[in-house]
């Protein structure tokens, strides 16, 4: 059993920021990698932002620039620093990880937070 709780979600006024944070918990062998996407009404759910155990990231054009994906191993958990929030980054974000467990095999399989709401306006 694995579970991945995310916080730090709220409402922001344009410009403002939000600290996003997901820890993940369970029979966990290792985490490759983790990462934030996103989803509004009417709109499918699209990434933000991933980061590789190894520290590498990517970012959707959408967020480069404003957004800090980061981790702490130790804790199983990923970051998302967002500056500069603006209305169109208003959605529910979820926390996704890819690992294996004990009970798994060592396979990795994919793993989905319960999500948490930004919402961006004045």
């Known amino acids: 059993q694995v579970q991945l709780v995310e916080s730090g979600g709220g409402l922001v006024q344009p410009g403002g920021s939000l600290r996003l944070s997901c820890a993940a918990s369970?029979?966990?062998?290792?985490?490759?990698?983790m990462g934030w996407y996103r989803q509004s009404p009417g709109k499918e759910r699209e990434l933000v932002a991933t980061?590789?155990?190894?520290?590498?990231?990517n970012y959707a054009d959408s967020v480069k620039g404003r957004s800090t994906i980061s981790r702490d191993n130790a804790k199983n958990t990923v970051y998302l620093q967002m500056d500069s929030l603006k209305p169109e980054d208003t959605a529910v974000y979820y926390c996704n990880a890819r690992l294996s467990l004990y009970t798994s095999g060592s396979r990795y399989a994919w793993y989905w937070g319960q999500g948490t709401q930004v919402s961006v306006s004045s």
């Open positions: 369970g029979s966990i062998v290792s985490i490759s990698s």
């Open positions: 980061i590789a155990a190894g520290g590498s990231t």
